[in-house]
């Protein structure tokens, strides 16, 4: 017999339920973001971007209701009509709704590939492939339309080596003497990228910092505007170091409206799901660096990530908007009912 061989084809490990699970949780809130966004953009060449994001996330929500019930597993909650009201003002211009569809599309490419690999079953392989490609063919219509507009920052160019060189030294002990190497073509990459998304949480931050209702949430915004704008900033300076360009910032394509499109939870829900990607990016970055203050200030921002995750499922338990992901059997409990 195979070793991923089973004798119920509805079967779901504990990867592939927490797969379904999160994605459910992301797409129901995708669903409420890209109502309210088709129902306020203007131009027509972003317009079926955006119906392109929610017909997918549509269709993700009906798919995954089909494996969960064939497998008696509890459906979420999510986020439903009551989270997004879609005729509030205008809250994004319509160059930020391109970009946050750019940035998410990111998230949503990282999650499904590393889904792939803990998948067991051939139907549940074969759905996030297909997830996959189709986040595949808007993330390329995004590419092609974002070259015309001038606020999508290109990554800088360097020049071609003359001749295959190997390292003498790591760099990091003459790094910490204040003798920097130039920043290799990895580093610059990730710099630069880590400095568009952390600027990216900011601006959106800004923006529900202006609309949330609770009090607590309104100044978990405030404070993360901060904290992701310091490690943006500390990203650009370390580029900007070696006189590369940094980063287009986006603060400046939020309006001034102070009504709310979304619920606080789906606020809540979606500033932690970003930090929680901050972390994943930033962890990965740090194995593609070698200069000691890129590392020193990688832990930085590692920390500022953390103390945000922290502080934002604090208040998401606080006022019961988070969601138990399906756990183990409780043995110690069951034990304790027969005492």
Known sequence: MGLFKKTKTNHLTAAEASALWLQYLGDSMAICVYKYFVNIVENKEIRPILEFALQEAESHIIQIKDFLKSANFQIPIGFTEEDVNVDAPRLFSDDFLLFYTYIMTIHGLT????????????????????????????????????????????????????????????????????DKRPLNSSEISTLFFNSKKTGFIKSLSLGFSQVARVEEVRNFMLKNVKLAGKDAESFDTILKEDYLPIPEKWDAEITDSTVSPFSDKLIMFHAAFLVNAALTYYGASLGANFRSDILLNYSKVFTHAMEAGAMSYKIMVKYKWLEKLPEAIDRKSLEKEKT
């Open 111 to 178: 999650a499904y590939s590393l889904a792939i690999t803990n998948m067991e079953r051939q139907d549940l392989q074969n759905y996030f492939f297909d997830c996959m490609a189709r986040s595949k063919e808007m993330f390329q219509k995004i590419i092609e339309l974002a070259n015309d507009h001038p606020k999508f920052s290109n990554v800088p160019s360097i020049p071609s080596p003359e001749q295959a060189k190997f390292m003498q030294t790591t760099g990091i002990v003459s790094n910490l003497m204040g």
